[in-house]
């Protein structure tokens, strides 16, 4: 029997490497597949069922806060000098219409912020998108095709530095509301609303300079933080952003919940509902 050999020229031809994956696919893990498929026997699902209602319902009231409650209900984002923290810095040209809440020009960066935030996307990965929706459950196998963060939508998360560096300008206009705020028609005052303005953006704070970006922006890419005098600050200020890092969830779920109730307290106070014992001097 003659065997057909391959010409000469293509046996000394070095194998073509393979070609990497344009984008990588998600690895199929250890897990069991199929939806909530698992060996764990710890209540797994309660983090993902809170972070869903959480975070869904202040989706929800930031929505309804920022563009239904003053244009449909008249109820005031503003009352006695205290500003809503969705509307800061407000942006209120003549020319907007009445419709038109001047809390989208400005909410889109917190929100931005939020949205591409590390903790944040694993949160809504597996409380909304259940992949997965827990360490070890098993997911839906339509995320077969899922290609990471490295793909149209996903690779869009990475815009997040960009929306941190964004993120400090409503957060210095609202430091700027709450001083202002102790003033109000020549009367200095310390209210509860005042009070709960300056933790809001406290938390506010926290949660900015926790972020996992912030702290490479002060400590990443270095090789030596001993070589210099500068380095050694840089060094020192890192260590800083890594003990706010180590918090961070907690930064995200109380400056999260601070911004809801201020901005509540400041609409029932607008209405009525409440009033604002202060001290005045
Ligand atoms: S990682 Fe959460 S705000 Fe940057």
């Known amino acids: 029997m003659t065997s057909i050999a391959p010409p ?6 070095p194998a073509s490497p393979a070609r990497p ?18 060996r764990r026997p710890d ?5 993902p069922t809170i972070v869903a209602i959480g975070f869904g319902a202040f989706i929800l009231y930031s ?34 219409p009445w419709w038109f809440s001047p809390a989208i ?10 949205t591409t935030c590390y903790y944040y996307r694993k ?10 929706p827990a360490c070890a459950v098993g997911e ?34 609202l430091w700027l509301d709450a001083f202002l705020a102790l003033r109000q ?7 509860v609303i005042g009070a709960l303005m300056f933790l809001n953006v406290a938390l506010l704070t926290g949660y900015s300079l926790s972020c996992h970006s912030f702290r490479h922006v002060i400590g990443g890419k270095m090789d030596c933080f001993s070589c210099s005098r500068g380095a050694l600050l840089r060094y020192r200020a890192w260590e800083r952003a890594t003990w706010l890092n180590i918090h961070h969830l907690r930064w995200a779920w109380a400056s999260l919940i601070s911004v809801a109730v201020t901005d509540l307290l400041i609409r029932l106070l607008a209405i009525g509902v409440i009033g604002d014992p202060a001290l005045r001097f």
Do not use: C, M
Request: hydrophobic share 50%; glycine share 4%; aromatic share 22%.
């Open 8 to 13: 000469a020229a293509q046996l000394d031809r």
């Open 21 to 38: 994956p344009a984008s990588p696919i998600k690895p199929t893990g250890t897990a069991r597949q199929g939806l909530f498929a698992t």
């Open 43 to 47: 209540a797994w699902w309660i983090e």
């Open 63 to 96: 929505l309804f806060s920022s563009l239904v409650w003053e244009p449909v209900f008249h109820v005031p984002y503003e009352a006695q000098g205290y500003l809503s923290p969705f509307f800061s810095p407000l942006i209120k040209p003549d020319w907007l």
């Open 105 to 114: 020009l400005i909410l889109w960066i917190p929100l931005g912020f939020r």
């Open 123 to 132: 949160a809504y990965y597996r409380a909304y998108f259940v992949d997965p």
């Open 140 to 173: 839906p196998t339509i995320h077969s095709r899922y290609r990471l963060e490295a793909a149209f939508p996903f690779i869009l998360q990475n815009i997040h530095r960009y929306f941190l560096y964004l993120a400090f300008i409503p957060l210095f206009f």
């Open 185 to 191: 028609e020549g009367v200095w005052r310390i209210g």
